[in-house]
């Protein structure tokens, strides 16, 4: 007799990497500092993992940010989601 459905079956636990978290040597990261969500960012800083700016770099945070001038990119973005969510400039 068979097992009942669920027992006994494979599942695909392949682990899949998403692209977004592979950090590259591509792009203008290191000329511009980037928005990140805060908490993404002091996890980063700890535990030396990337992260995603609003503009899409994906990088590991490893310098302090105030020494850059803002990735116009990011503060196109934020601008747009502030202005998407109502808040007043």
Do not use: N, Q
């Amino acid at each position: 007799m068979a097992p009942p459905f669920g027992f006994g079956s494979s599942t695909d636990t392949k682990v899949r990497e998403d692209e977004r978290t592979i950090p590259t040597d591509e792009g203008d990261h290191e000329r511009f500092s980037h928005y990140v969500e805060k908490d993404k960012l002091t996890e980063a800083m700890v535990m030396g993992t990337p992260v995603v700016a609003l503009c899409g770099k994906v990088w590991v945070p490893s310098r302090a940010p105030e020494k850059f001038p803002v990735c116009p990119d990011c503060k196109d973005a934020w601008e747009k989601f502030k202005d998407d969510s109502g808040d007043d400039k």
